[in-house]
């Protein structure tokens, strides 16, 4: 098995940073920067994977497909953070 590409890396880090952005304009009070929305986003890629496969839930494939996964999962991180942040 190869290691990841450089190319494949940008990939990840746009798609994550996209994402990261999109959920945090959809849940107010949360600007990490473009790190953090990068950050929220890859963590969000990998929760929106997991959540949505155990709900039998399936977007379709490409670049707009992980972008949309990649959201609803970084949607779901910046809800935990915010509900850890007033407990």
Do not use: D, E, P
């Not at 994402?19 to 990490?32: E, H, M, N, P, Y």
């Not at 997991?50 to 972008?67: E, F, H, K, P, T």
């Amino acid at each position: 098995m190869g290691g990841m590409t450089l190319q494949g890396l940008l990939i990840i880090c746009v798609v994550g940073g996209i994402a990261g952005w999109l959920a945090g304009l959809i849940v107010k009070g949360f600007g990490f920067g473009i790190v953090g929305n990068i950050i929220i986003g890859i963590i969000g890629a990998f929760v929106g994977a997991y959540a949505l496969g155990a709900l039998g839930i399936v977007i379709g494939g490409g670049i707009i497909g992980s972008i949309i996964n990649a959201m609803i999962g970084a949607i779901i991180v910046l809800l935990i953070i915010g509900l850890i942040k007033r407990a």
